[in-house]
Structure formats: structure tokens, C-alpha cells
């Protein structure tokens, strides 16, 4: 049987009646003869809360107990879910990132997955289970649990679609699939049938929020098919598409989506002839790439340095090129 890899975002599996039709999606699938593995996220706001709440015990950012009160939004999702299917007479377990196999490289909040260790998800499928995991999450050598960032089910989705050699990894979402602006603000959007995986991880990097951008990097790379629909609604949703292998460039050509981010943060440098001093350049590309700090994008003028990274990484950012850089002086 062909494995296909579903993966369900917090609005998707926000409460009872969206878990209804998650199952419903899932048991289609089954029915059909498909071996599926679910990745979900928390329900609705549970990761906002929780981060909320932590600040009621603690005013300082403790990343690893973090990363554990965070995870368990996903697992309680996966419990509820897998718990409703075996209600509806489907064999399903829950597992959770540790459980699953997914190994990260300890990075606490932002974690790389290094590998998928698959042959325990595999044992599940072969067995004719329905696999339930946990998104966001995985462990590191030491069975410390590191969360992906943001919107991480995605690469948790993408990174077993991979290891698995799945059929297809369909990303279920509240629309039918990616548009050229986001309808809640540009009503006249339009649905597109599909969009190559760079535009997408441009689009992505610069504010959409369909997709993880890392996901799709990671998709790209691995060639993994991709789709992009809805939980909700009939539709073909959105293929992700290699423009070499599938689709003739010229025909693409032109815009095909306008985002805007509001989770970003400009860093400015300000001083004297700092463009003359390549030193410095180097040194904040240095940095970033130690902490595996994305910058989104950097100019230059005579007397300044303008950096854009996420709102989430600016003060750490901040304060680790004051120290370093204030000391080159």
C-alpha cells in the first residue's frame, strides 16, 4: 500500500466538531486502501497560551522547560484525535515526536531535524494502523525535547513524508489551498493550481502563512509531491511543482502572490563608515549562522546596517551583536 503523509494545522483541529472532519479526511483516505500517518499541531491558541501562562511562573526564558511545557499542545491533540478514531472502530495509535523517531540537533525553539529514525512508524503502518504523531517537536541525542519553531508541524509533516517515501504529503488547512494574496484581506483573491517550490519558499520566508518555509526547503529538496487543500471542501488545492521537471518557466512568468509580514523585527547599526569595514559585515553573518539565525535581509548605506529577522530572535540577536561587535571597536 502507498503511504500518504496528512498533516492538520491548530485551526484545523481547534475543537471536537474540526476533529469530526479531521477523521473524516483521515478515514476517506484509509478506506481507500492508503496507509496514512497524521502529523498535527496544538488546538487553536494552546501554544500561545501556554507561553502566556509560563510567564505567570517564570520571567525568564528557560528554553528547555520550554520546549517541554510547549509540547504537550501536540499531545494532547493526538490523543483526542486517536482516541475518536478507535471510537469510530479504526486501529490507531498516537505517537509522539520521541516515539515517532524524529532526532533533532538540540537547538532549543528552532531545532533542525537531523534524521527520522522511521522503522517504529513503519511497524505501525504494517500492522494496519492509522499513525497519529505529534507535530512541532522531536528529541535530541540526550531525550531532550526541542521544539521546530513556529508552524514546525509542517517540517515535522515533510520530514517523515520523506523518510517514509510517501506518496504525497498533503498540507489540510481552513482554505482550499494557496492564493495569490490572502483572502481575509484581499477578497479577490485567486486560487492557484499550482506554484514551484521557489516561489513558494520565497513567498513563505517573506510572510506567508500557508507554509513553513523550512518544510518547503526540505520538500525541494527531496523532491517530495506536495499539495496544499482544504479540510473542509472538495478541491484539488495547490500542487508544489519543480518548474524544471514540470511546467515550462515562460508560461509561469510573472506575479503569482503578494504577503506582507508582521513578525519581523529591523536591527539598524548605526556609525561611521561601517560600509568601509567588511569586518563588520562578516562578523554579523558570523553570528547568525552560529545561532542559525535567519536574516530575512540586510542593506547597507554609509553609516548604517539594516538587518530584518523575526520578532522572535531580534533581542537575543540584538544583544549578541552589541557585545561582539562593540568589541572590535
Not at 52 to 60: P, Q
Not at 271 to 290: C, M, Q, R, T, V
Not at 317 to 322: N, S
Amino acid at each position: 500500500m502507498e503511504i500518504v503523509v496528512q498533516k492538520y494545522g491548530g485551526t484545523s483541529v481547534a475543537d471536537k466538531d474540526k476533529l469530526e472532519q479531521v477523521c473524516l479526511k483521515i478515514i476517506e483516505a484509509y478506506n481507500k486502501g492508503e496507509s496514512v500517518v497524521v502529523v498535527v499541531s496544538a488546538q487553536g491558541d494552546t501554544t500561545d497560551n501556554l507561553i502566556s501562562n509560563a510567564k505567570r511562573y517564570s520571567k525568564k526564558k528557560h528554553k528547555r522547560e520550554m520546549d517541554l511545557l510547549l509540547s504537550t499542545g501536540e499531545m494532547k491533540t493526538v490523543a483526542y484525535l486517536t482516541m475518536m478514531l478507535k471510537d469510530k472502530g479504526y486501529d490507531a495509535i498516537s505517537l509522539t515526536g520521541e516515539q515517532a523517531g524524529i532526532i533533532t540537533n538540540g537547538d532549543y525553539g528552532s531545532a533542525k531535524v537531523i534524521k527520522v529514525i522511521k522503522e517504529n512508524i513503519e511497524k505501525h503502518i504494517n500492522d494496519g494502523k492509522i499513525v497519529v504523531v505529534t507535530g512541532f517537536q522531536g528529541v535530541d541525542k540526550f531525550g531532550n525535547i526541542n521544539t521546530l519553531g513556529r508552524g514546525g508541524s509542517d517540517l515535522s509533516a515533510v520530514a517523515i513524508a520523506v523518510a517514509l517515501e510517501a506518496k504525497e504529503c498533503c498540507i489540510y488547512t481552513d482554505v482550499n489551498g494557496i492564493y495569490s494574496a490572502d483572502p481575509r484581506i484581499i477578497k479577490k483573491a485567486k486560487l492557484l493550481k499550482n506554484i514551484s517550490f521557489e516561489e513558494i519558499l520565497e513567498a513563505a520566508t517573506a510572510g506567508a502563512k500557508v507554509l513553513h518555509n523550512r518544510s518547503v526547503g526540505v520538500g525541494r529538496i527531496y523532491e517530495l509531491p506536495m499539495i496544499v487543500k482544504s479540510v473542509t471542501e472538495e478541491g484539488e488545492g495547490t500542487k508544489l511543482i519543480h518548474i524544471n521537471k514540470e511546467t515550462d518557466m515562460l508560461e509561469n512568468y510573472g506575479p503569482k502572490i503578494i504577503t506582507k509580514n508582521d513578525n519581523i523585527s529591523k536591527i539598524t547599526i548605526v556609525g561611521d563608515s561601517l560600509i568601509s569595514y567588511p569586518e563588520y559585515i562578516n562578523k554579523i553573518f558570523k553570528i547568525a549562522a552560529e545561532k542559525d539565525f535567519q536574516i530575512i535581509m540586510i542593506t547597507f548605506s554609509e553609516i548604517s546596517i539594516n538587518i530584518v529577522v523575526k520578532n522572535e530572535i531580534a533581542e537575543e540577536f540584538i544583544c549578541l551583536l552589541h557585545e561582539s561587535l562593540m568589541e572590535m571597536k
